[in-house]
């Protein structure tokens, strides 16, 4: 069964070529068969298909890969978003009440919240997801959230280490013990991915190497949080270590900056966690003038970026934080497969997934030009209409 897509104003296939970072082609139309791109071209030149979709001269782009989420969690911290809007500082301990939420939720409750989330995802134009752990912090807790994170994409990361939890308050390093021992050995085999909150109030530079050289050892792969809060080593640690990612980097020095860009360690901005907390937004113009790869992701969670929607986060790169739209849809469509180390998705090309996201608009521009207008009007995962 193949199905062409016809009739694209603006076709974005991130193959990028002569400066033009998103791979423009104009009047376009792609060719889907057994859920990947088998042709990209123009429309002038499109090969027969069983079945045909006109897409009315819209613009289409890539899904939408959002490398950053914590969508497993219970209950919602609505009070303390009202309280930092009302002048509270933002601080790593509020994720300890999304921690007694979770823990007193049953796995189905988790998963039938999961699935909402994801649902909401898919119909704003997301079709790859990374989902992390971090809401259990006991061995029996963080392996639930890492086997329901499993149930739903492969781009599961294990964040056992994200706070201290409170029974171990005044016991860091015994909780590292457990991080890396025991609750290690129950998420590895649900989890591609290890990532530690290297950061004030969270986990100090040693325990965080700990952690991810722990799980390298078992055979995950490494990302970071860091530098969210302030500036701190985490960087250096996440590029030394070969990290695909290092996420947030909200506070960076020279050094991190000359650092990643010699590196292939991915920056993830997360630019829903600035608007949700009133801190700073990071200057992508420095760090892709630097040659920083930048990924863009929601970073999906109930404290720091209640928020799900790629193109809010979009529209925000573009109006404060100095990137050119188009460098905004690469970022959350090829700097997010990047992120995650997937050639895969986030590009239109022969062999790829079928991921694509049909847009109610000529161009991406209006991506960042109408935020807030939901503008994504059709949605293919593997080649299958799904929105």
Known sequence: MTTLITNIGELTTNVGSDGDLCGTVKDAAVLIEDGRIAWVGAAADAPSADDVVDAGGGAMIPGFVDSHSHLVFGGDRAAEFEARMAGQKYAAGGIRSTVAATRAASDDELRARLRGFLDEMLAQGTTTVEIKSGYGLSVVDEERLVRLAAEVTPEVTFLGAHVVPAEYADRPDEYIDLVTGPMLDACAPHSRWIDVFCETGAFT???????????????????????????????????????????????????????????????????????????????????????????????????????????????????????????????????????????????????????????????????????????????????????
């Open 205 to 387: 530079v040693p325990q965080s190497r700990r952690v991810l050289e722990a799980g390298i050892a078992r055979g995950l792969a490494p990302r970071v949080h860091a530098s969210q809060l302030g500036p701190g080593e985490g960087v250096q640690l996440a590029v030394e270590l070969g990290a695909a990612s290092i996420d947030h980097g909200t506070y960076l020095t020279d050094d991190d900056i000359a650092a990643l860009a010699a590196s292939d360690t991915v920056l993830t901005l997360l630019p829903g966690v600035e608007f949700s907390t009133r801190q700073p937004y990071p200057d992508a113009r420095r760090l892709i003038d630097a040659g920083v790869t930048v990924a863009l992701a929601c970073d999906t969670n109930p404290g720091s970026s209640f928020t799900s929607s790629m193109p809010f986060c979009i529209a925000i790169a573009v109006r404060d934080m100095g990137m050119t739209p188009a460098e905004a849809v690469w970022a959350a469509t090829a700097g997010g497969a990047r992120a995650l180390r997937r050639d895969d998705v986030g590009v239109i090309a022969p062999g790829a997934r079928a991921d694509l996201a049909l847009l109610d608009a000529p161009t991406r521009i209006h991506l960042a030009y109408r935020p807030g207008v939901p503008l994504v009007r059709a949605v293919w995962k593997d080649g299958v209409a799904v929105v």
